[in-house]
């Protein structure tokens, strides 16, 4: 089952709906009961914070927060070496641009930007 629709599930059962039928429960339902509908929507708040956390990870790059090997690093040094741009490196190594800039920090091929410096 996907995020999407067990939050579309809980929401309607937060909201004391049966989620097949939209039929409103009874108030003698446990659907109805305070403390069970405030599960119900601190369920629906993760299942959001789920959702939002995967569709950032679908957007980044295949190798976003994956570990550097030495060939990839002699492969980013070439190419920065070369006048290829970040964004371009970026592309090439199937990473985003920030990490592109700590591993060249890293490497020693460039300065640390001003606003991340430690004080």
Same mark, same amino acid.
């Given at each position: 089952?996907?995020?999407?629709?067990?939050?579309?599930?809980?929401?309607?059962?937060?909201?004391?709906?049966?989620?097949?039928?939209?039929?409103?429960?009874?108030?003698?339902?446990?659907? !109805?009961?305070?403390?069970?509908? +405030?599960?119900?929507?601190?369920?629906? &708040?993760?299942?959001?914070? !789920?959702? &939002?956390?995967?569709?950032?990870?679908? &957007?980044?790059?295949?190798?976003?927060?994956?570990?550097?090997?030495?060939?990839?690093?002699?492969?980013?040094?070439?190419?920065?070496?070369?006048?290829?741009?970040?964004?371009?490196?970026?592309?090439?190594?199937? +990473?985003?641009?920030?990490?592109?800039?700590? +591993?060249?920090?890293?490497?020693?091929?460039?300065?640390?930007?001003?606003?991340? !410096?430690?004080?």
């Amino acid at each position: 089952m996907q995020t999407s629709e067990a939050l579309k599930i809980i929401q309607a059962l937060a909201d004391g709906a049966d989620p097949n039928t939209g039929e409103v429960f009874p108030e003698d339902s446990p659907y !109805q009961h305070p403390q069970i509908v +405030r599960a119900l929507l601190t369920a629906a &708040r993760a299942l959001e914070r !789920q959702e &939002r956390t995967d569709r950032r990870k679908r &957007r980044l790059p295949s190798k976003a927060g994956k570990p550097w090997d030495n060939a990839e690093d002699n492969q980013l040094v070439q190419g920065f070496d070369a006048g290829i741009t970040i964004a371009h490196l970026a592309r090439r190594h199937e +990473r985003t641009e920030g990490s592109i800039r700590a +591993r060249l920090e890293k490497l020693g091929k460039i300065q640390p930007h001003e606003q991340y !410096q430690v004080r």
